[in-house]
């Protein structure tokens, strides 16, 4: 059988033998903890060359104004230790969801209530003491026009992908100006810019657009123009077009933002502020115990952020990679943990498996075809059919006459502004009638069988020594009583995927989590 794990990395086979012994990995993350510590500032030296980094601040870390007061000190503490920083900052708080909820109460209501965003930003204002500031009546007036945007949807009963990008820009270009406001108000240079006033420009795909390469030259010489000592707070998440409309980027918007102004630069450093201690052994609402890794390579936290990580998308860190420039993520809410660092090289040091993730409510199909036996059309016959009811495919394992593979349903890759109740229900009803076609294209050359509920487990692991991870793996499902529905052994060398029964998984996740990171295994680890 071939086994093929499909991400946009990628194309995966086989499984690879190795005969090394297996160790923890605890060890090896507590160790590496202090040396990435201890790499993470530079040099005191006042005479060396400041390292010039993006920092970027998600929604929680800039939420109220006591979030924004502790941000404005961090900066503070971080230009005092050598850095040279711009930020890239989210929306405050729940602002995005907000805004969303704005437009489409506009719309079904005929109403305009602002009241929710109004208020956190007036009564933060005050709290920081910038309403002095010329930014707080910047904010002012984007607030009255976001309520005249509002009134125009309310009034023709139409709410476009593009209005609703326009809508959810707000957010950021109001936070950006709070930020900007209490970083000068405590003494630091700073000036807020949109991010098309560098020059990112987009395509016209609302909701979901990308970055343009021509946007990198410009976007150089822009900050180049920016005097040294001046902080830069640049809105995440959006752009313009070539015809001048506001777009968004889509999931990770802000991250992408982050690291193509720094790529784009050619800064040392790109800085992801998150409220978490960087990226994790595990989900720490499943496995209490998950510990920050220090150092993973830039596929590995891809295949981390495809199979279920929230800290990263795949897709904020493609600028990154293009020009070998680190990415951190860090805790603003902990500034002395290490968090962990990003870059093109896997560490050596790792141990078998460096973290745990998992995808939930996963749809498998069965194709079973004897009738196509030894014919070399089979699998086209398949990947035809996929592709013209728009299926897209996480994980597939297939052989002369049957293929068993899991679904990447629409509801999981709408983008924030795509998202909502109306177009979940589309998202919905759009792989129902999908699924349907793909049957009525198939009927003829294969059986089909769907399996709902299942659950996608997926290691980051040395795959170099395959055979001593899944050798963990299958005494510990054995021991649990659960069966693997699939196994696929990504061609990227840095993950094993497998597929189980929905309600196995949290089961399974903590009992691998305590094999390779606690020292407690369920079975001996060889």
Partial sequence: ????????????????????????????????????????????????????????????????????????????????????????????????????????????????????????????????????????????????????????????????????????????????????????????????????????????????????????????????????????VITGFIGKDEAGAITTLGRGGSDLTASLIGAAAGYDEVQVWKDVDGILTADPRVCAKALPVSRVSFEEAAELAYFGAQVLHPVAMQPAMRVGMPVRVKNSYNWEAPGTLITGAQDEDAGLVSAITSKSNVAMIDISSTRMLGSYGFLAKVFSAFDRNKLSVDVIASSEVSVSLTLNKNSEILSKVQDGPMNREWAATADNRALEGLVADLAEVADLSLSNGRSIVTLIANVKRSSSVMAVVFEVLDALDVQVEMLSQGASKVNISFVVPGDKEKQVIQALHACFFEDACLVPMH
């Fill in 1 to 232: 059988m071939l086994c093929i794990l499909l991400s946009p990395l990628s194309v995966r086979m086989g499984l690879v033998p190795s005969q090394a012994p297996a160790v923890s990995s605890r060890s090896r993350i507590l160790a590496t903890a202090a040396p990435a510590a201890a790499e993470a500032a530079p040099a005191d030296d006042a005479t060396a060359t400041k390292t010039k980094v993006v920092m970027k601040f998600g929604g929680s870390s800039v939420r109220d104004a006591e979030r924004i007061t502790e941000v404005c000190n961090l900066v503070v503490a971080q230009i005092a230790a050598g850095y040279s920083p711009h930020l890239v900052c989210s929306a405050m708080g729940k602002t995005t969801n907000n805004l969303l909820q704005a437009a489409d109460t506009a719309l079904v209501d005929g109403t305009v209530d602002l009241s929710a965003v109004r208020e956190l930003h007036t009564a933060s204002a005050a709290e920081l003491g910038v309403t002095e500031d010329e930014s707080y009546a910047e904010v002012l007036e984007l607030l009255d026009e976001c309520e005249r945007t509002l009134g125009g949807v309310a009034m023709i009963g139409e709410l476009s992908t593009k209005t609703r990008d326009r809508i959810v820009s707000f957010g950021e270009r109001m936070s950006g100006r709070m930020v900007a406001a209490q970083l000068r108000s405590i003494g630091v240079p700073a000036t807020q810019f949109e991010s098309w006033d560098l020059g990112l420009v987009t395509t016209s795909k609302f909701g979901d657009a990308s970055v343009l390469d021509s946007s990198w030259p410009t976007i150089k010489t822009s900050l180049d123009d920016v005097p040294d000592e001046t902080v830069a």
